[in-house]
């Protein structure tokens, strides 16, 4: 099922002759790279001076990392204080080349220099915004300076869960919120779990969600990713929806190959960050558990470059050794593969390059690689 957005007007793009395609081959040696390993890369927020701010959500830690000697620092601490932060969530771009970083716990926005320094904290719309779940994370920020913020799938009023989430925007400038419109996020779904028994978990969480994802664009377009008719919608100014030409998808079974990679890959011993700064011990689904084919694609990849490009991880089987990206123009077309090794995956965008997070098997770990585009 994919939701209806609830934004008036529709605008469809008829679809034009196919354009030659750039490939991006991001599996040779990287440009650059950052000698100490983190446990997740969250997001990465490139600065002047060959440096870029780091968050592991995992280690809850913001880094400094410099490309030039291969090192990175701790920025920041744990705490409640000025220059402190619980839960610290991917950094994106400010006005005047800062960048903001949403503390998911403490519900504050910390705002650093340009030189990736903490200097003050910006209180977001978190307690005033009249939607079902409220603010749950800011995912994205566009080159006005307005946030957009996703909401929460839990109704604590009513206690229910959705099977949508509320995308929102809101100009700190004149402190305007904006619902753009909701995204189907599959809600809630009922497992069993032996031997803890019968369990709900989102269906993001669940083997290979069948789920849309967002991004937002430099130019304040939000792009939504649907899963059903596998297109690209963008919300435009004025409640306008243009939806982009459908993308060729052969479905992909789930074997029992893939299932048992993915078990591995979770395995009870290893641990998991949870919302709110907690680790949990993943639990091992069940076969049942498994959709019977892959979704056309990943949506925890789908992301935007500082250029207005949508990058779109692909499905495949889990023992492929390589995998792919696809590239989007601002019109839903395709225009560009990457190909990156299958235990490397994009987590952010600079001026001409890309950052890549390598898992590397020997130690589970994941090292920071800069190629360029």
Partial sequence: MTFTLTICGLVLLSGSPALAQRAIDLTGTPAATISQPFTTVTGVR????????????????VFLVDFGSGTARQIGRQGDGPGEYRFPMAPLPAPANATWIFDATLRR?????PDGMFTTTVAPPVGR?????GILAMRGTDRTGRLYF??????????QFLDSITILRWNPQDDRITVLGRVWSGGRVSVDRPPIGRMSIARGATPFPHVDAWTVLPDGRVAIVEHETFRIVFLEEGGIVLRGPSIRYTPIPVTA??????RERIAPARMVAAGGGQSVRAAQPLDAEFPRTMPPFIASTVASSPEGEIWIGRSHALTDRTWRYEVFDARGQLIATATLPANSVIVGFGDGVVYVGRTDPADDLVYLERYRR
């Fill in 129 to 133: 915004v009249r939607v079902p779940g």
């Fill in 150 to 159: 996703e909401g929460d799938s839990h109704d604590s009023e009513t206690g």
């Fill in 257 to 262: 190959s893939d299932r048992a990679v993915f």
């Fill in 109 to 113: 926005i910390h705002v650093l220099s």
């Fill in 46 to 61: 490139e600065l002047p001076g060959n440096v870029a701010i780091v968050t592991d959500q995992f280690e809850r830690r």
